[in-house]
């Protein structure tokens, strides 16, 4: 059975520091891992896809990375900024070709400024 | 394209009490997915359909739920004789194989 564990569970970091969300994974046969946002009481919001056959993906200040020999992925966040305050959850689609997620528990980022 | 839409947003509703939910996919989309999600976990699976056929149920999903997708389109999640141990946030998500899934704003079920 897949398990996803996210680590830290929490994290406050004044404005500005670059930062490091941590999520792994016991199954390395994945599909693909991807990392999502959410707002309290709101839906999740996608923000980086990374295939199996893919090291990283960035977009703006994010930046995720893939090992699936040793079942992790980061997801980077530079010049971090109050609007960044949210859950990150990470998930991964694998056992199953089509595309059920398997999600980490999510780390809880407060931003302040 | 508007992105996944979930109606309603929020339900409070009795115990014992039949609710139902709506979930419209993106239009493209032939992957529809039913996740559950209680306060402070990650989301966990409940069920899958590729176009109009049911895949995958997860255990979790008991003789009370019942999803279903005719055509192929929008869906529904239907949950009889509701306990308190439902009250979740009830999500729906929509791929294309292989791709990025999108998720819509959630319901919020609340068993009082």
């Known amino acids: 059975k897949q398990e996803v564990t996210q680590i830290p569970a929490a994290l406050s970091v004044p404005e500005g520091e670059n930062l490091v969300l941590n999520c792994s994974f016991t199954d390395s046969a994945i599909y693909n891992l991807q990392w999502f946002r959410q707002d309290p009481g709101k839906g999740l919001t996608s923000l980086l896809l990374i295939q199996s056959s893919q090291r990283e993906q960035t977009s703006g200040r994010l930046n995720a990375s893939l090992d699936k020999s040793s079942g992790r992925s980061t997801l980077y966040i530079a010049a971090s900024q109050p609007g960044d305050s949210a859950t990150y959850l990470c998930a991964n689609a694998g056992g199953t070709s089509y595309g059920k997620l398997t999600f980490g528990q999510g780390t809880i980022l407060t931003v302040h400024p | 394209d508007t992105g996944v839409s979930q109606d309603p947003r929020h339900k409070i509703t009795k115990r014992g009490q039949n609710v139902t939910f709506r979930c419209d996919p993106i239009s493209e989309h032939n992957r529809l997915y039913w996740y559950r999600q209680t306060l402070g976990q990650g989301p966990e699976f409940l069920t899958y359909?590729?176009?109009?056929?049911?895949?995958?149920k997860s255990r979790l999903l008991s003789d009370r739920f019942s999803a279903e997708r005719p055509k192929g389109s929008f869906s529904t999640l239907e949950i009889q004789r509701t306990e308190q141990g439902d009250s979740a946030m009830y999500l729906c998500?929509?791929?294309?194989?292989?791709?990025?899934?999108?998720f819509g704003q959630g319901t919020r079920l609340t068993v009082v």
């Open positions: 998500a929509s791929t294309r194989p292989n791709t990025e899934a999108f």
């Open positions: 359909f590729q176009n109009e056929a049911q895949l995958e």
